[in-house]
């Protein structure tokens, strides 16, 4: 009649040998040995699925991959920039070279606010009346958020309310290839983020980070300086009431960089009609209807 010897079985999470060992009378008293192979829960048949992986997705691990990142992110940006003036079949294109600057503190409940800032500079080429290469412009956006982060089990959501202010400047002074006499402008507008920025956990560590936003306009001012073209006209400033921007992007996140495509549009409506006089001339003038484009490629590093 064969014995039966059973080994105790430690709980779950240590190092163990568990057989059940038959042995003949005449073997008793010997040791019976086995290798002493280290515990394996995937491979324990008693443990459901959901046990035999390592718990990773915990709510601590998943807040801290997903959530807004405080500190400084520092990036560089290159984009191609096209402006147009559909109703007088007038465009500015030419690429633009950026940098970008995020401060970002965190606050109780997941809440954060952001201060971002841009910068863009170029030249652009001038068709229209003619055509003009070379005429030199930057663009200022400085814009402040405030959002909170909602995590989900595998991505998160952090919508945001801002407020944004964008300056764009244009040195279109010289003569064009029919004899039109270029002047400067300058374009203002305040404007309300509002966006929604998703993101989707990789591995540890890393992730994608998403982000889209509307733009409506508050109100803007297009400045045009008229007396670069002839000494006698009046400078005009125009008021625009009506537009909006869309703006996203794409990030891989990894190890402080970050990596992506962006894009940026803008729809800004015809201004109201201004009349002024200058030295010789009188006249009146608007801003006819204008739509930007930007497409590029964004590079950030993170501090602190």
């Known amino acids: 009649m064969a014995a039966s010897i059973g080994l105790m079985v430690p709980a779950y999470g240590q190092n163990y040998t568990g057989h059940q060992i038959a042995l003949d009378p005449a073997q008793q008293g010997q040791l019976a040995t086995y290798p002493n192979y280290p515990y394996d829960p995937d491979m324990d048949p ?3 699925h959901a046990a035999a992986s390592v718990n990773y997705d915990n709510s601590e691990q998943r807040a801290k991959d997903l959530a807004t990142a405080s500190g400084l992110d520092l990036g560089l940006q290159i984009s191609d920039y096209q402006y147009e003036e559909p109703s007088l079949n007038v465009k500015l294109t030419g690429p633009k070279f950026g940098i970008n600057a995020l401060l970002t503190g965190k ?9 971002d800032l841009r910068g863009a500079f170029g030249y652009s080429d001038y068709s229209g009346s003619g055509t003009q290469n070379d005429n030199f412009e930057d663009l200022w956006d400085i814009r402040g958020l405030i959002g909170h982060d909602f995590f989900l089990s595998t991505f998160s959501l952090s ?26 402008r300058e374009n203002q507008l305040f404007y309300v983020p509002i966006g929604i ?58 190890n402080r960089w970050s990596a992506g495509p962006f894009f940026n549009y803008w729809s800004i409506q015809q201004s109201n009609t201004t009349c002024a006089t200058g030295p010789t001339y009188g006249l009146c003038g608007y801003e006819p209807t204008n739509h930007t484009f930007e497409v590029g490629a964004q590079f950030r590093y993170h501090f602190f």
Do not use: C
């Open 107 to 115: 606050f109780s409940q997941n809440w954060f606010v952001t201060a």
């Open 197 to 254: 920025e998703p993101r989707f956990r990789v591995m540890q560590g890393a992730r994608i980070a998403t982000d889209i936003e509307f733009d409506p306009v508050i109100e803007g001012t297009q400045s045009s300086t008229l007396s670069d073209a002839n000494v006698g006209f009046p400078n005009i400033s125009n008021t625009q009431k009506f537009g909006y921007g869309i703006r996203g992007d794409i990030m891989w996140e990894a």
């Open 46 to 48: 008693n443990r459901s």
């Open 159 to 184: 919508p945001y309310l801002g407020i944004g202010f964008r300056d764009l400047y244009s040195d279109d002074r010289g003569v064009t290839s029919t004899g039109a006499h270029g002047y400067r």
